[in-house]
């Protein structure tokens, strides 16, 4: 189900299209739309674009192999930097991505300096 701020925003978009807008309810209500309408309307959109979306996203994982297990070297692009706080105190955490699209995650090794963007092998 849509969230009450995706449904705020998409019916703020349905009155700011004025007719249209009007058109697209009464066509899927079958009817003079009210706002509770244009609610039903906007949610049924938002949750098929949400459902496009996630399938997009699984097609586009289903493409990438299964990263290797054990150790070796990893080599690829630097695509994130978190500070993060645990037991022992502030550390970064660094995730990798490989030129086949895996995504390794580590913590920073002390000494060392990455940025995200930065090729590393």
Known sequence: MATDKAVKFATDLIAQTGDAGMALAQ????????????????????????????????????????APEGEGVLTGTVVSIKEKYGTYGAYNGVVIETEVGNKAWFIEPKGATFVVGQEVA
């Not at 309408?37 to 496009?52: P, Y």
């Open 27 to 66: 066509n899927a209500t079958g009817g003079v739309p009210t706002t509770d309408d244009h609610t039903k309307v906007v949610g049924t959109l938002i949750d098929n674009l949400l459902a496009l979306v996630k399938t997009q996203k699984a097609e586009a994982m289903a493409l990438v192999p299964p």
